[in-house]
Nanobody
């Protein structure tokens, strides 16, 4: 069993930066997928960035602004040049074999 805890969210002005962290309670070295999603109220959860083994995918609207990184226990999302439309709750997601884990989410608010 793996527990994920996100941190690093907050309030920032447009153009600013935040770094989200996702701390796992155990090793996620064997994870096939490590990803960041976001979900605004009343909208579907959308994929922001994802590691699939060593391949990395970014949503078009964050490409060049967001960077994901990982180590054996943590996953990170560096967010630069933030925009008001990036405002929402961000979730960490990890899949290890057939088990899928989610964090509780961290709020990111970007003011214009």
């Amino acid at each position: 069993q793996v527990q994920l805890v996100e941190s690093g969210g907050g309030l920032v002005q447009a153009g600013g930066s935040l770094r989200l962290s996702c701390a796992a309670s155990g090793s996620i070295f064997s994870a096939s997928i490590m990803a960041w999603y976001r979900q605004a109220p009343g909208k579907q959860r959308e994929l922001v960035a994802r590691y699939f083994y060593d391949d990395i995918f970014y949503k078009d609207s964050v490409e060049g602004r967001f960077t994901t990184a990982r180590d054996n226990t943590d996953v990170y999302l560096q967010m630069n040049y933030l925009r008001p439309e990036d405002t929402t709750v961000y979730y960490c997601n990890v899949i290890i074999r057939t088990n899928e884990y989610w964090g509780q989410g961290t709020q990111v608010t970007v003011s214009s």
